[in-house]
């Protein structure tokens, strides 16, 4: 299994925006290109305004056909334009792809 944890720094005041919608279409979207949300987090310091989440995928092949299905998706880009339509939400997504480590499967 792939695990992609994907960090995000959240422009000011779009938090909340953000994070809705990740919760009312973005993790439904993603379910249907087979990628699966572990959790999401907010960084416990909110001077940060950082989210964070985890997804879940067979491997890294899976990985890239099914976010390159997603990215593609007119319902996603259709959801994009109309939730950026004042702007951007982030200044930038960092990620980092893990694995189990061999002791704990």
Same mark, same amino acid.
Do not use: C
């Given at each position: 299994? !792939? #695990? ?9 005041? %779009?938090? +909340? ?6 919760? $009312? ?25 950082? !989210? #964070? ?9 899976? %990985?890239? +056909? ?6 593609? $998706? ?32």
């Amino acid at each position: 299994m !792939l #695990y992609e944890l994907r960090i995000y720094d959240v422009l000011p005041g %779009r938090m +909340q925006a953000m994070l809705d919608r990740f919760r $009312d279409d973005t993790i439904k979207i993603f379910a249907k290109h087979g990628m699966k949300v572990t959790n999401f987090w907010v960084d416990a310091d909110p001077a940060k305004n950082r !989210l #964070y989440y985890v997804l879940e995928h067979p491997d890294a092949s899976a %990985r890239e +056909q099914n976010f390159q299905a997603f990215l593609e $998706d007119q319902e996603w880009i259709d959801l994009r334009q109309r939730t950026e339509q004042s702007g951007p939400m982030y200044d930038k997504i960092e990620i980092i792809y893990m694995e189990n480590a061999p002791f704990f499967q």
